[in-house]
């Protein structure tokens, strides 16, 4: 069977909608249990002490710093969410909390940021960043967006150029020789007296 392009959509369509729905149904009958995140199940054994010899006997950040610094960390429960919102929303959670206890220390150990994300990478890997560094391969991540973006634009526009011309070499009327009798061409004659105004 072939189809055309409306014919294709609309499949397509009706299988996205299908399959939407019995995710949407499968998802009612089971509720989240209190040690189930929002987006799966949360593993509490995801915590590991991070800890780092104290530098100075001085807070290396004030608190709104301290807060920013853990939106950029992510819990490792399994929520997806960052330290800070992880633990002020999330309230069955016992992994953000030991984390936001491990930042605190570090803080007060005159500990700066880039240590201190340091050293949870150091501990948790990468994955603990809620977004990677902007260094080696990981540009791939940050310009690929941008340069499909910029090749789907000249491939649209290369597109429309092409079609604009091809349409304007096709408006161009030529004649073609017509092979009719005399007795056709005096009735489309005729036709074409009838139909004048």
């Known amino acids: 069977m072939i189809l055309d392009r409306r014919g294709f959509l609309a499949a397509l369509a009706a299988g ?3 399959a939407g729905a019995s995710g949407a149904v499968a998802a009612q ?4 249990s209190p040690t189930q995140g929002a987006t799966g199940p949360m593993d509490e054994g995801a915590y590991r002490p991070v800890r780092l010899p104290a ?3 001085r807070v ?3 608190d709104e710093a301290r807060d920013d610094l853990e939106r950029h960390l992510g819990c490792q ?3 997806g969410l960052d330290i800070f919102i992880c633990r002020t929303t999330h309230f069955t959670c016992a992994v953000s909390p030991a984390m936001h206890r491990d930042v605190m220390g570090l803080v007060a150990g005159g500990h700066s940021a880039r240590e201190i994300t340091d050293a949870f990478v150091g501990v948790y890997g990468e994955r603990v960043l809620m977004s990677p560094r902007k260094a080696g391969f990981n540009w791939a991540g940050y310009l690929a967006p941008f340069v499909a ?3 789907g634009t000249l491939v649209v526009m290369t597109l429309i150029k092409r079609w604009g011309s091809a349409r304007a070499a096709g408006a161009v ?5 017509l092979r009719a009798t005399a007795e056709e061409m005096s009735r489309l ?4 007296r009838d139909d004048a105004p």
Do not use: D, F, I, W
């Open 55 to 57: 530098k100075a006997e």
């Open 149 to 151: 973006l910029g090749g």
């Open 77 to 79: 429960c399994g929520c």
């Open 173 to 177: 009327v030529t004649a073609v020789p």
């Open 29 to 32: 009958g089971s509720q989240p």
């Open 60 to 62: 290396s950040m004030p």
């Open 189 to 192: 004659r005729a036709a074409l």
């Open 16 to 18: 996205a909608a299908g």
